[in-house]
């Protein structure tokens, strides 16, 4: 069985510049789940989607981050502009069946911004 | 009331001891408690979960502890091995509602 797939894996770019991330989660799998997981920090849910509707979007900073998944199957995350506090490591998981258990991630994307 | 707390940050045990970590939360609706293991450059993995209604959970050398009256649970992992070395995050969750970490510990099994 495939895994969650995330790309770029890297990414390094200026402040104020935009930057888009992109995940395939596992065939099959209705829940989708963007993290993003600081430095030294455990993994903080930005956005949860239920195939292609939105369940929970509460800590996500809507004035910059934004989010879709069409089809309900792969999904983008974009920072638009970038701050220097939004490096991290963003992360992508799928789960099928009850949600936020048995969450499977992808490897993530390390966002560097300078 | 969402936080998990993680102790310790690092631990080093070594080869064929026993590494514990330790995990206490605040809100007692939490009903659902994972720990995952992380290795560098890879996202989480789920090691082992356990619910309040029991108080211990065993997958081969890893056993969740859970002591409801305390609001604390641990991992132990027995006969630790090198290829244990990794970082392990606690979580818990209030009926399927969103997963809250803690910050992690970074265990290194000495050979």
């Known amino acids: 069985e495939a895994g969650v797939a995330q790309s770029p894996r890297y990414k390094i770019i200026e402040k104020r510049q935009s930057v888009a991330f992109w995940c395939n989660p596992i065939?099959?799998?209705?829940?989708l789940y963007w993290y993003q997981q600081i430095l030294g920090q455990g993994p903080k849910l930005l956005i949860q989607f239920q195939n292609n509707g939105v369940v929970d979007d509460s800590q996500l900073p809507k004035d910059r981050f934004s989010a879709e998944r069409l089809k309900g199957v792969d999904s983008t995350l974009k920072i638009q502009p970038a701050k220097l506090e939004d490096s991290a490591v963003y992360l992508c998981?799928?789960?099928?069946?009850?949600?936020?258990?048995?969450?499977?991630f992808g490897s993530g994307t390390q966002l560097s911004v300078l | 009331q969402q936080q998990v707390k993680q102790s310790p940050q690092s631990l080093i045990v070594q080869k064929g001891g026993i590494s514990i970590i330790n995990c206490a939360y605040e809100?007692?609706?939490?009903?659902?408690f994972p720990w995952y293991q992380q290795f560098p450059g890879k996202g989480p993995a789920l090691l082992i979960a356990i619910r309040p209604d029991v108080s211990e959970k065993k997958e081969g050398r890893f056993t969740i502890s859970f002591n409801k009256s305390a609001k604390q649970f641990s991992l132990h992992i027995m006969d630790s091995q090198p290829g244990d070395s990794a970082t392990y995050f606690c979580a818990a969750s209030r009926s399927g509602n969103k997963l809250v970490f803690g910050a992690g510990t970074i265990l290194r099994v000495k050979s």
């Open positions: 065939s099959g799998h209705a829940t």
């Open positions: 809100n007692t609706a939490f009903d659902y």
């Open positions: 998981a799928s789960s099928f069946g009850r949600v936020n258990e048995k969450l499977f």
